[in-house]
């Protein structure tokens, strides 16, 4: 009876010592755990200061390129030239009506913004499609008309019955096809004579 009671004592024991050395255990990874969570979150929030102030420069560097509020030259984002569309104010006529029927001028959606060059001189025109903006390069089409050539200057369009130039001084000039394309005049250079 002694020997059975002894060993029960001693299992009882080794019992309570386990459950002890067991709950210890999971209390120190749960605050290990816990610990390391914490740690990870003032990392992070460091880092997520770091994204939004990078965001927040972007944004300030996109709001400047998108604003044009300089003349051309050096684009602030990329650094390469870029040429602004001038905008020409509009003279506002007087509208013409009949007893009958109102007349309606039509409104071209397609819009010159800025003309880019690249590094190597190919010129990039970004353009706006009523709400839009499109960055387009010779061979794409825009609203069913085909960019056939870009310049610094401007960009002429081809589309089924119409050529339609956009000059960089916010002019648009239409011509029909069965005129002949629209051309760029060609560049004097000095110290020639024609």
Known sequence: ???????????FVLAVLLAGGMSWRIWSQHRSFEHMVKESLKTSEGYDQKFLDLVNRL????ATRASFGYTGEKDPMTGKRRVV?????????????TAKKEIKEVIDPVKLTAII???????TAIVMDEDRSLSVN????????KIIEITAEAVIMAGDSLFY???ISGKRLTKPKSGGAIT???KKEKGKKN
């Open 1 to 11: 009876m002694k020997k059975t009671s002894a060993i029960l004592i001693s299992t």
């Open 59 to 62: 944004e300030d560097l996109l």
């Open 85 to 97: 569309v001038k905008s020409i104010p509009r003279k506002k006529g007087k509208k013409r009506a």
């Open 117 to 123: 060059q690249d590094d190597n001189g190919q010129y």
């Open 138 to 145: 010779i061979g794409e089409v825009v609203r069913g008309r």
């Open 165 to 167: 130039k956009y000059d």
């Open 184 to 186: 760029m005049p060609a």
